[in-house]
């Protein structure tokens, strides 16, 4: 059974196990989500299932596709909360990273730049020649200056910590992509 659920990342902090050790963790506010709608292979080509977090014009609406194996167990009207996971669940976490902005190839691309001496003056962190050759103009995909972040960034195999069901508050291994307040999908496979 596919587990899912959205959150609100909410800050990083260091949890104590049992035997003394320290993880890093990040708290993710899940508050329940309502199941708004099911598609079925069948009726509509492909089964997934569609959630809506928060109310009037504050809402989202999320869609999980669910894998050919997995079964739906989940009706229209249900509510999912933070009590399907379990310490030592293993998650799969989609959100959008931080916008940096524009960027230099350096910093963005992690180019070395040019040396400090032998006549460049003002080049240190510059791409460098980015046609030449024979060629006449600039290839496609020539990596460049431009605007860092904000992209969708999926991470695997993350791991529940601790899970407090009546704060709606799951504790996660590891940093996961975003700003603080910002929406995650969480998946549990």
Same mark, same amino acid.
């Given at each position: 059974?596919?587990?899912? $659920?959205?959150?609100?990342k909410e800050k990083m902090t260091?949890?104590?196990? =049992?035997?003394?050790?320290?993880?890093?963790?990040?708290?993710?506010?899940?508050?329940?989500?309502?199941?708004?709608?099911?598609?079925?292979?069948?009726?509509?080509?492909?089964?997934?299932?569609?959630?809506?977090?928060?109310?009037?014009?504050?809402e989202k609406i999320k869609e999980?596709?669910? +894998?050919?194996?997995?079964?739906?167990?989940? +009706? =229209?009207?249900?509510? #999912?909360?933070?009590? #399907?996971?379990?310490?030592?669940? +293993?998650?799969?976490?989609?959100?959008?990273?931080?916008?940096? /902005?524009?960027?230099?190839?350096?910093? !963005?691309?992690?180019?070395?730049?040019?040396?400090?001496?032998?006549?460049?003056?003002?080049?240190?962190?510059?791409?460098g020649s980015i046609g030449g050759?024979?060629?006449?103009?600039?290839?496609?995909?020539? !990596?460049?200056?431009?605007?860092?972040?904000?992209?969708? $960034?999926?991470?695997?195999?993350?791991?529940?910590?601790?899970?407090?069901?009546?704060?709606?508050?799951?504790?996660?291994?590891?940093?996961?992509?975003?700003? !603080? /307040?910002?929406?995650?999908? $969480? $998946? /549990?496979?």
């Open positions: 059974m596919t587990k899912f $659920i959205l959150g609100k260091q949890y104590f196990g =049992e035997d003394g050790e320290v993880f890093p963790v990040t708290a993710v506010f899940a508050s329940p989500v309502k199941v708004k709608r099911i598609f079925a292979k069948e009726k509509d080509g492909y089964d997934s299932v569609q959630l809506s977090w928060g109310a009037g014009k504050k999980f596709r669910l +894998k050919s194996g997995d079964k739906n167990e989940v +009706k =229209e009207g249900d509510t #999912i909360d933070v009590s #399907i996971f379990s310490p030592g669940d +293993k998650l799969q976490i989609s959100g959008t990273s931080k916008g940096k /902005g524009f960027q230099g190839v350096v910093k !963005r691309h992690g180019f070395r730049g040019g040396p400090r001496t032998h006549g460049q003056k003002h080049s240190e962190r510059e791409a050759g024979l060629r006449t103009h600039v290839p496609k995909g020539m !990596r460049m200056p431009g605007r860092m972040g904000g992209d969708r $960034i999926t991470q695997k195999n993350l791991e529940v910590i601790s899970v407090d069901k009546e704060n709606n508050i799951l504790l996660i291994k590891g940093a996961l992509p975003g700003v !603080r /307040g910002s929406l995650v999908e $969480i $998946i /549990g496979r």
